[in-house]
T-cell receptor, first 112, second 113 residues
């Protein structure tokens, strides 16, 4: 059974740029959630995708957007990067509506 | 709004002793309470969970308790080992519409050999 994989693992961007992060869900899971984890804090919910539709969103601005593909993989896009966007971005897959999240190792984004 | 508080923020115990981490949640509609362990440089890993129809659950050296009336839940680790050293997060969600899981701020546990 393949777990959740994310790419890239690390990346550096400058303020104002755009970034795309990718996630492959665990086999058999049809739901993908994205979380932002700032240093020393707990993960914060960004949004969730189910059946290629956004199924819920946290308190993040519209410049955070996502996609889910028919194979349940997903992308997180962030436009107009700000310094405060520097964080670990975590993708988690789950069976629908169970709350049981299985996380990847994350993508560490640094915005300079 | 929805909130999960967690105490203590740091915890240091001697190997073999027990460790207890306590959490409170604000949304009375929450019905699922997972605990995650995060090692340095890795994503959080689900270690145990409890649902609102159960008051206690145990898995080897780990146990969780839930008091829905008081909106409290706790993680108990017995016979701690150095490999238990990590950051632990409690979380709460209501699995009625979508899986928005609210995490606590974390507890950094150090087990001293």
């Amino acid at each position: 059974e393949t777990g959740v994989t994310q790419s890239p693992t690390h990346l550096i961007k400058t303020r104002g740029q755009q970034v795309t992060l990718r996630c492959s869900s665990q086999s058999g899971h049809n739901t993908v959630s994205w979380y932002q984890q700032a240093l020393g804090q707990g993960p914060q919910f960004i949004f969730q995708y189910y059946r290629e539709e956004e199924n819920g969103r946290g308190n993040f601005p519209p410049r955070f957007s996502g996609l889910q593909f028919p194979n349940y993989s997903s992308e997180l896009n962030v436009n107009a990067l700000e310094l405060d966007d520097s964080a670990l971005y975590l993708c988690a897959s789950s069976p629908f509506n169970t709350g049981e999240l299985f996380f990847g190792e994350g993508s560490r984004l640094t915005v300079l | 709004g929805e909130n999960v508080e967690q105490h203590p923020s740091t915890l240091s115990v001697q190997e073999g002793d027990s460790a207890v981490i306590k959490c409170t949640y604000s949304d009375s509609a929450s019905n699922y309470f997972p605990w995650y362990k995060q090692e340095l440089g890795k994503g959080p890993q689900l270690i145990i969970d409890i649902r609102s129809n159960v008051g206690e659950k145990k898995d080897q050296r780990i146990a969780v308790t839930l008091n829905k009336t008081a909106k409290h839940f706790s993680l108990h680790i017995t016979e701690t080992q150095p490999e238990d050293s990590a950051v632990y997060f409690c979380a709460a969600s209501k699995t009625t519409s979508y899986d928005k899981v609210i995490f606590g701020p974390g507890t950094s546990l150090s087990v001293i050999p």
